[in-house]
């Protein structure tokens, strides 16, 4: 198949803006990648190369004609987007976790959990901060015999990390049917198919499980309506992680929470990127 690649460079302050922007085109997930000018950030998305994908590409050219943003685009196929991720991806480590791609050879040894990805046209390598921060926190949550949810799974990389690490239910949840199937043969690759399930939905309107960790890694206004439904999905005494937002948009994320009935246990932070760890009602801690 071949895809519209688009990349969008924009100051550091109207990056959420952007985003937002961009997920209105592609809410199967955007990527930030690396740019050797400091002053831009750079995102990424991909859209089918037909006559929808030129049009989705033509209302977004107009949307972003406002907030200052440079636009580039190419085709890629699905086997460029291969030889590209072969010829970047890293093995990446994490606390107890190591992410790697699916043809390096597993490390020798140790106690760590390895996550072996090929994230396909999915959100989700493991090398972006809210990735991280997310799998930060799954490390530090999920205990074996946990139930996890996992909305906006992407390529399945924290889904498949929670097995990894002894969840026994896991629900990965898309809405992007190229996510879901990449994140199935991921699930495939790491043999964890009897604890994780791939389903592709919008939000958590049909979910039945009471998780004990529920992370959502999303863009702040994408979070706005997940909010006050998580509460439904989560245990009493779970942890409901988000992420996916910037500095900036932390304290409208800690209002929505708030207004939710949650209290905020903890923030974590890696470069301007954030991740709440909220708990329901009063009780806070680790």
């Given at each position: 198949m071949t895809w519209i690649e688009i990349t969008v460079r924009v100051a550091p302050g109207r990056l959420d803006l952007t985003g937002d922007l961009l997920l209105q085109a592609a809410p199967q997930g955007i990527a930030e990648v690396a740019d050797v000018d400091t002053s831009?950030?750079?995102?990424?998305?991909?859209?089918?190369a037909g006559p929808a994908g030129r049009s989705a590409l033509t209302t977004l050219r107009r949307r972003l004609a406002g907030v200052g943003a440079d636009f580039a685009t190419r085709l890629r196929s699905d086997a460029s987007w291969t030889r590209a991720w072969k010829?970047?991806?890293?093995?990446?480590?994490?606390?107890?976790?190591?992410?790697?791609?699916?043809?390096?050879?597993?490390?020798?040894g140790g106690r760590?959990?390895?996550?072996?990805?090929?994230?396909?046209?999915?959100?989700?390598?493991?090398?972006?901060e809210s990735t991280q921060l997310c799998l930060r926190a799954i490390a530090r949550h999920v205990q074996p015999g946990a139930t996890v949810v996992d909305l906006g799974t992407g390529s399945g990389i924290l889904a498949i990390a929670a097995a990894k690490l002894g969840a026994t239910h896991v629900l990965a949840i898309d809405n992007d049917p190229v996510a879901v199937a990449v994140a199935r043969a991921n699930v495939r690759t790491n043999r964890v198919g009897r604890a994780v399930r791939v389903?592709?939905?919008?939000?958590?309107?049909?979910?039945?499980?009471?998780?004990?960790?529920l992370v959502a890694n999303l863009t702040a206004d994408t979070l706005a309506p997940v909010i006050p439904e998580a509460r439904r999905c989560l245990a009493a005494?779970?942890?409901?992680?988000?992420?996916?937002?910037?500095?900036?948009?932390?304290?409208?994320?800690?209002?929505?929470?708030?207004?939710?009935?949650?209290?905020?246990?903890?923030?974590?932070?890696?470069?301007a990127w954030r991740a709440v760890h909220a708990v329901i009602g009063s009780r806070r801690g680790t």
């Open positions: 831009r950030c750079s995102l990424r998305l991909y859209l089918p010829a970047s991806g890293r093995r990446i480590r994490v606390g107890r976790l190591i992410v790697q791609p699916t043809w390096m050879r597993r490390p020798a760590t959990r390895v996550v072996r990805l090929n994230p396909g046209l999915a959100f989700g390598s493991g090398e972006h389903r592709r939905d919008e939000g958590l309107s049909a979910v039945r499980l009471r998780a004990d960790v005494a779970g942890r409901f992680v988000v992420s996916g937002f910037t500095t900036p948009r932390l304290p409208d994320v800690r209002r929505l929470l708030e207004a939710a009935g949650y209290a905020v246990a903890a923030v974590d932070r890696q470069r």
